[in-house]
């Protein structure tokens, strides 16, 4: 651990917030946005600010329950982004608890992580040659700063409402995944993505269900089908002319029926269901297209993301 932990847990002066909760209803939605430097939260942002909200850049927690103070007074701004990360330094480390207090009050508050994996933060910052946060307290060792921040910042992910890894994400599919998450979407409603992608890339950290739809026939060995992906009709008609791909379909679409009030229960904001073949070019990009009309059919908030389905062109 390179920086000290404070267990003692500021009190904010949050009088205007109070009083305003007891008799109006809050209205600007905020977003935290925070993760592991190196991941993209500052490209999340700037994709957040192109959709109409106002974004703050390195704010202090202690800082923030103020602002919005501000924010709640001006009519102009209803939806509010706010990157706060390990560049704070001590200060950061009260995050948790102005979070908590943010929504003691009545604010409408949402915390979106952006994460990535140790060798791809590494790369980063090799690639642009910047610093990190916590370089000079790991001595310019790389690796440990790396490790240090995962360590202080872990809780906030399990915590976190909106989660991303950008590990093998291109910019623009990172941006098509904010835009998935926050485009004209309600703070009280689940958003539901459903994604696929090749087993041999990697299965999406992000995903909180994969199902695997390898055992399937692969339209790949088909001469007039290889070319062509899950996106095009003639590769979805083959995938699900088999009896094995229709009662799997069936079944899967039972079980989502069946989770997602469950899940609205328990007041989860975005859902990530992933469905995985070797390629990520056929088998799961139909099953994402059939889930994805399934889920608007029964009128859910529901997009689909390929993740790998342009890989293998040539």
Request: with cysteine; glycine share 6%; charged share 25%.
């Amino acid at each position: 651990m390179y920086i000290k932990r404070h267990t003692k847990i500021i009190h904010y002066s949050l009088k205007e917030i109070k009083g305003a909760g007891k008799g109006t209803q809050m209205k600007t939605e905020f977003v935290i946005v925070t993760g592991i430097s190196g991941a993209g939260k500052s490209c999340a942002v700037n994709v957040m600010e192109d959709i109409g909200y106002f974004c703050i850049d390195n704010m202090p927690p202690q800082l923030i329950p103020k602002f919005a103070e501000i924010c709640e007074e001006n009519d102009d701004i209803s939806k509010v982004a706010i990157v706060t990360d390990i560049r704070g330094g001590t200060m950061f480390l009260n995050l948790n608890a102005t979070i908590e207090e943010l929504k003691k009050c009545g604010l409408d508050v949402k915390l979106l992580f952006v994460d990535a994996n140790h060798h791809v933060v590494k790369q980063r910052y090799k690639e642009t040659r910047r610093k990190h946060p916590l370089f000079d307290v790991t001595n310019g060792d790389i690796d440990k700063a790396i490790d240090a921040e995962r360590e202080i910042i872990e809780p906030l992910r399990e915590i976190a409402d909106y989660y991303i890894d950008t590990s093998l994400m291109s910019t623009s599919t990172l941006k098509e995944n904010v835009l998935n998450i926050f485009l004209d979407t309600p703070s009280d409603s689940m958003t539901i993505s459903c994604i696929s992608f090749g087993f041999k890339y990697g299965v999406p950290n992000e995903a909180d269900l994969v199902f695997d739809v390898r055992c399937l026939p692969n339209p790949y060995y088909i001469p007039e089908l290889k070319e062509k992906s899950g996106l095009d009709k003639e590769v979805r008609d083959y995938v699900m002319s088999f009896e094995s791909s229709q009662t799997l379909q069936t079944k899967l679409f039972d079980l989502i029926d069946f989770l997602i009030p469950q899940y609205l229960h328990e007041g989860k904001s975005q859902l990530v269901i992933a469905f995985g073949c070797t390629g990520g070019k056929h088998r799961s990009a139909t099953f994402a297209e059939n889930m994805c009309e399934h889920l608007s059919k029964n009128h859910l908030k529901a997009r689909v993301l390929h993740r790998d389905v342009n890989k293998d062109k040539k």
